[in-house]
């Protein structure tokens, strides 16, 4: 038993130190071609990134998958313009999916919602239908930090100054930043499937490794990690197998683009987003509003096996609750009832 112990703390040793030494050296490796040349075979890809093979021309879902009444709209911003989806009324709701999604995650919560909500569905920066930034050398293009200003800039169009926000995956951490960098914008926040990134970095196990391999595989510099993710969406879609969702997803991430911002969102979680959290914690920043955790219990979902999800959020807000639902981590998708009830319940209260 104490051999079985030892092992494992190295374990988790060398996991650490390799995860330290992978931040440290490759996630300051800029692609080719320097900064800001986000001029490669396709809208918004770096160079490097291969040519995506001609397929037949899909049209975006939205109108599909939303209810009658629910409308899309492309918003300028000063940094680009955002794909948004827009439907409902009554007290406006901020609606940020998660990777490699779109807004479409939200279509099957969307029905009831809309009853009570105005929800208002971004695409981020990077993803989707929206615009793709020029690369900066620190990553900080796709940092969560100008994809939470976004967002403000997304509701402030569309005449809100203050409002709730809910986030799955990636969006949730997008979520978590906007609350602390605009604390005066921001009622409510309800996050899925998520524990903060910081702790995630500073805890690395073996186990957190094996569950969530992609978050180091996508580290890796361009364009090695974007050409392996672009073959595996062409496949899937030469497959002719995709439909409804799945197709909608993969239509999105054929574009050098979108593949290239979800690594470089990912590169900036690891690197100049983690400095950010970092000047937080020192500052004892917390969360003030309402914050609901979401999260997938077992079998169906890593961060429930994983982690204490909800003692761990318990430390970063002042307001904290928390239910775990069985459906898998895209909780929206695969328990979209339970999910619409507790988003209901929790921005009711």
């Known amino acids: 038993m104490a051999d079985q112990t030892r092992r494992r703390i190295l374990q988790g040793a060398a996991l650490a130190a390799g995860a ?40 975006p879902a939205w109108s599909k998958l939303f209810p009658a009444g629910f409308k899309n709209e492309r918003v300028k911003t000063t940094a680009g313009e955002i794909n948004c989806v827009v439907g409902g009324s009554g007290p406006p709701v901020l609606f940020m999916h998660g990777a490699p999604q779109s807004l479409c995650t939200w279509h099957l919560v969307a029905p009831e919602i809309s009853k ?28 969560k930090r100008p994809m939470a200003q976004d967002g403000v800039d997304v509701m402030k169009h569309f005449g809100y100054d203050k409002f709730a926000v809910v986030g799955h995956d990636r969006g949730g951490r997008v979520a978590h930043r906007m609350v602390r960098d605009h604390a005066d914008k921001v009622t409510k926040i309800l996050v899925i499937d998520i524990v903060p990134a910081l702790y995630l970095y500073q805890h690395v196990t073996i186990d957190f490794v094996q569950a969530y391999f992609h978050w180091f595989n996508y ?46 969102d990912y590169r900036a979680s690891a690197s100049y987003d983690l400095k950010l959290d970092e000047e937080d914690k020192k500052k004892g920043v917390k969360v003030q509003v309402p914050l609901h955790v979401l999260w997938a219990a077992p079998p169906g979902g890593a961060m429930g096996r994983l982690y204490d999800v909800l003692g761990i959020w318990k430390e970063e807000g002042t307001k904290v609750t928390g239910k775990a639902l069985q459906g898998g981590h895209s909780l929206q998708e695969g328990n979209p009832k339970e999910t619409q009830e507790e988003i209901l319940n929790f921005l009711k209260a």
């Open 20 to 59: 330290s030494a992978l931040l440290s050296t490759e996630l300051g490796a800029q692609a080719p071609g320097g900064a800001g040349q986000a001029k490669g075979k396709g809208k918004g890809a770096a160079p490097g990134i291969m040519e995506i093979p001609q397929l037949p021309k899909r049209d």
């Open 116 to 143: 009570h909500y105005t929800m208002i569905m971004t695409d981020h920066r990077g993803y989707g239908d929206s615009f793709k930034p020029a690369d900066l050398p620190d990553h900080s293009s796709m940092s």
């Open 219 to 264: 580290l890796r510099p361009s364009p090695a990690p974007e050409n392996e993710l672009i073959q595996q969406y062409v496949q899937q879609a030469q497959s002719g197998t995709l439909t409804g969702l799945a197709d909608e997803f993969n239509r999105c991430m054929l574009n050098p683009g979108s593949v290239h911002g979800m690594c470089e």
